[in-house]
């Protein structure tokens, strides 16, 4: 089920532009999820990650390593979708959408670590020793994975 606005793009394809206030709630009022990527033979691969979540551009947003399966399930299918159930686990959304990777931090001070320490402070606040940070972002070779939500479905219950 599609839900909230969007418009009809080349060959009826709907793009959306929000999705339901309700599963928009529970995605930004969690922390954890599993993402689930497609491999090769067409199986899906789900993974368990820590994520943020922007509510004004509805985007999920994930470090990760460059040497993960996930990376490279992404690299060569984009399409993806993000789980996340409330706390007490009657309440779920999953959302769709293509993700994007941003570039593998190589430098200390590059816009892929930015982001990365832009992402922490959304999920974890304050990091009691940010260039240390920054050396292990390079060093374990990480990268932001970005979902635009494009739809969702789910049962919120309220």
């Known amino acids: ?8 793009g080349p060959a ?3 793009h959306a532009s929000m999705i339901e206030d309700g599963f928009a709630e529970l995605v ?11 491999r090769k033979d067409g199986w899906p691969q ?4 820590n994520y943020g979540w922007d509510s004004e551009t509805q985007t999920i947003r994930i470090s990760t390593t460059d040497d ?23 309440s779920y959304v999953v959302v769709d959408g293509h993700a994007e990777l941003s570039a593998v931090a190589t430098d200390p001070h590059d816009a892929a670590v930015e ?15 940010w260039d240390d940070y920054r050396a292990a972002m390079v060093r374990d070779r990480r990268l932001v994975v970005r979902i635009k939500a ?6 919120v219950r309220r």
């Open 68 to 90: 993960r399966a996930k990376t490279s399930n992404m690299r060569r299918d984009p399409r993806v979708s993000f789980h996340v159930t409330s706390g007490d686990f009657w």
């Open 1 to 8: 089920m599609f839900f909230g606005g969007g418009t009809i």
């Open 46 to 49: 789900l993974s368990n990650v």
């Open 28 to 38: 930004g009022g969690r922390r954890q999820g599993v993402l689930v990527t497609l």
């Open 12 to 14: 009826g394809v709907v």
């Open 150 to 155: 494009e739809r969702a479905y789910g049962a």
């Open 115 to 129: 982001e990365l320490i832009d992402l922490y402070r959304s999920v974890q606040g304050e990091h009691p020793d």
